[in-house]
């Protein structure tokens, strides 16, 4: 997978104790899955600001609509 390439990671994510189902944009580093949850920069010359690494072995592959993977392990807010 190219490493430039922007992916949409479907997962639950835990903010504050509660269960949400949420899409994030996801980047490759080589093989590691890298969600991004801020991009930094201008329109045309954005940059990952706040990613979170995933475990590939909890990222399958997933072709609805938009969605391109989904993660089975919950996320952590880590900005709160």
């Known amino acids: ?19 949400l189902l949420a899409v994030t944009d996801m980047i490759f580093n080589g093989e590691q899955p890298i ?7 201008k329109p045309g010359n954005e940059y990952p600001l706040v990613t979170l690494p995933l475990d590939p072995t909890h ?3 997933h072709r609805d609509g938009q969605i391109t993977h989904r993660y089975e392990c919950p996320i952590e807010e880590p900005r709160r």
């Open 1 to 19: 997978m190219h490493p430039e390439r922007v992916y949409h990671v479907e997962h639950v994510v835990i903010i504050d104790g509660a269960k």
């Open 35 to 41: 969600a991004v949850l801020i991009w930094g920069g």
């Open 59 to 61: 990222l399958s592959e």
